[in-house]
């Protein structure tokens, strides 16, 4: 095997085997130490007989590569790939000819990928690389924005859960099963351990009264209490060398304690955890499981938790379940609330009917869209009220979490500061007079309780342009000029849906109106994967949001401030703010002028 990774006339990777030359071609854009290139070539009896490794060469997103490869001796060539649309691209020169060419171009997949030559129906050479995306710290992007999705989700799914059974009783019942009690016990445990640590130091406690009857010369004071139990009770009074004094009375001791229903309850379900570790381990025991990191992990739980109840005031404290769960402790106690979260966790069991925790780095581009539209909801949390959403469903067997692309979702929130409702959709489908669209993220709000929504899109796009012209022209990297053309569309595509006969239904929506049928896009946005924020603020498509409401913000785990900001200013904002960010038709003022409108009336008078 002769192979040449780089050379003339952009020449990327020149190898040549026995029966072909395979080239490609391309732009270099630089080397990454993570990128490796391998090389395989076969012999006849598809036995691997060379391998090569080239550190540092990688493809990009969104680039085109010429494929050429030439057949030496007349032999039968072909090309494959598993997508079928780069596969198809590379092609025979002429109808006669046996050598293949082609331009291919891997759009947003990123990740692995191959390619295959067969010679004569055999394997004869199979080059395997990485495309990496034009944001080439992809591999850090997909920890980081996996970790939030799973933080989001987790936190999103068992808030509701404990709002939703704070006022009912909770079910002892386990239904989830052994591995999903494992995995949740396994997310959660380190934060479970906090929470009981931060109660320990500071306990829940009550102020407790003893009262007995002693006699007299036992009494050091007179507090109220032993005043009102003589005053009821004269008799008990004798004078003695001129001095009214009592033969016995009432005296009151207050003590502290934390023997209270709410630590009770504590310590039972900290007892029913380590039940359920118990009843898992001696599953384990039974289907001869010995993974060794598991039972070191289960034990590690249990005696971590052991070790807090019985050295601490919950030794001795009884276990009891009783209506604690009712107690304001639980639902607003620091470290009882998130204890009784994270049991309600391990009791009713997480589904996450979602692709989202199993999806590749090639698929790095639908895992932003998903973590953009958690993202979103997860700031507005910060400051809004979530009153309901339809992708969480309770049943007995506990909550599911339901996130899939192509499938609208919604939830709904309360804005106190307005006393209004918004929502935020995924995947919503948005009526046009032409083609319908169907935008990842739509913001919809109904301000001073109009029949129109006013909303603004935010549509993810994992997708960054830093060629050397893009930045002379906008000043800095950014999105890609065919995405804000995007937002143009839907902005236009979009359109306000008016019909006379809708506004008699105007009472109704006025009661709800959330959800109402009208809705004009007031903006919209692409949300893309940049890191430096101060440096954005600067870029040309972030301006032309002050400007025409079009434009990008750069959103990332470390990078959320700007949209925050964004997102805060146009909830709270009026209705005629809302309205003035729309663009007005050209020659606006001269049609309402009034001598226009006379001339109008002129045009239509038939009398």
């Not at 009783?169 to 995995?183: L, Q, V």
């Not at 009884?318 to 009882?336: D, I, K, Q, R």
């Not at 949300?527 to 954005?536: I, Q, R, V």
Request: neutral net charge; charged residues 30%; aromatic residues 12%.
């Amino acid at each position: 095997m002769d192979s040449q990774p780089s050379g003339n006339n952009n020449e990327l990777i020149s190898v040549e085997t026995e029966n072909i030359i395979f080239v490609l071609k391309g732009e270099r854009y630089g080397i990454s130490d993570e990128a490796i290139l391998r090389i395989n070539t076969f012999n006849k009896d598809l036995i691997e007989s060379d391998i090569e490794y080239i550190k540092g060469l990688f493809l990009k997103e969104y680039s085109n590569y010429e494929i050429i490869i030439q057949s030496k001796n007349g032999a039968d060539v072909e090309f494959y790939h598993q997508n079928i649309n780069i596969r198809n691209k590379v092609t025979p020169i002429t109808s006669k000819s046996k050598n293949l060419s082609g331009v291919i171009n891997f759009k947003g997949d990123i990740g692995a990928t191959d390619f295959v030559v067969t010679v004569n129906n055999k394997i004869e050479l199979e080059i395997i690389l990485e495309v990496y995306p034009t944001k080439i710290s992809y591999k850090e992007d997909y920890k980081a924005i996996l970790k939030d999705v799973n933080e989001e989700i987790y936190n999103l799914a068992y808030g509701f859960l404990a709002r939703t059974y704070l006022s009912s009783e909770i079910n002892n019942k386990s239904n989830n099963n052994d591995s999903e009690f494992y995995s949740i016990l396994n997310y959660v445990f380190d934060k479970l351990k906090k929470s009981i640590d931060i109660i320990l130091y500071n306990p829940y406690h009550e102020l407790q009264k003893d009262s007995r009857v002693v006699k007299y010369h036992k009494i050091r004071n007179a507090p109220n209490e032993t005043i009102k139990y003589l005053e009821k009770r004269p008799y008990l009074m004798e004078k003695i060398n001129g001095t009214y004094l009592p033969k016995e009375a009432l005296i009151t001791n207050k003590t502290v304690t934390t023997n209270t229903k709410e630590n009770r309850f504590l310590k039972f379900m900290l007892l029913k955890v380590i039940d359920k570790i118990d009843k898992f381990l001696l599953k384990l025991k039974k289907l001869n499981n010995n993974d060794k990191e598991i039972l070191k992990k289960l034990n590690s739980f249990k005696r971590e938790i052991n070790k807090r109840i019985n050295t601490s005031i919950l030794r001795n404290i009884p276990c009891e379940y009783n209506e604690a769960n009712l107690s304001l402790v639980f639902s607003m106690g620091n470290g009882y609330k998130e204890v009784y979260k994270y049991y309600l966790m391990l009791q009713k069991g997480l589904s996450i009917n979602s692709n989202i925790f199993s999806l590749s780095m090639k698929e790095l581009s639908l895992l932003y869209e998903y973590w953009c539209f958690i993202k979103i909801n997860s700031l507005l949390k910060k400051k809004y009220k979530l009153v309901s959403t339809d992708i969480l469903k309770i049943n007995k067997d506990g909550i599911t979490v339901s996130l899939v692309k192509g499938v609208e979702s919604s939830l709904t929130y309360y804005n106190p500061q307005t006393n209004e409702k918004f929502k935020v959709y995924y995947n919503s489908r948005r009526s046009s007079k032409t083609v319908s669209q169907k935008p990842d993220n739509v913001l919809s709000m109904h301000k001073d309780s109009s029949i129109k929504s006013y909303e603004f899109i935010f549509d993810a796009k994992y997708k960054i342009d830093t060629s050397p012209e893009y930045i002379e022209a906008y000043g800095s990297v950014g999105p890609k000029e065919e995405d804000i053309n995007t937002m143009h569309r839907y902005r236009d595509a979009i359109v306000y849906d008016y019909n006379k006969d809708k506004l008699l239904e105007r009472k109704d929506k006025i009661k709800n109106p959330v959800g109402a049928i009208n809705n004009c896009i007031f903006g919209a946005f692409v949300l893309f994967p940049y890191d430096n924020e101060e440096e954005f603020k600067n870029h040309k498509f972030y301006r032309s949001i002050e400007e025409v409401n079009i434009g990008a913000i750069p959103f990332l785990p470390s990078t959320t401030n700007l949209m925050e900001d964004f997102l805060e200013e146009i909830i709270d904002e009026s209705s005629y703010s809302s309205y003035e960010r729309a663009i007005e038709p050209v020659g606006k003022e001269d049609y309402l002028k009034d001598e226009y409108f006379k001339q109008r009336t002129k045009i239509y008078d038939f009398e």
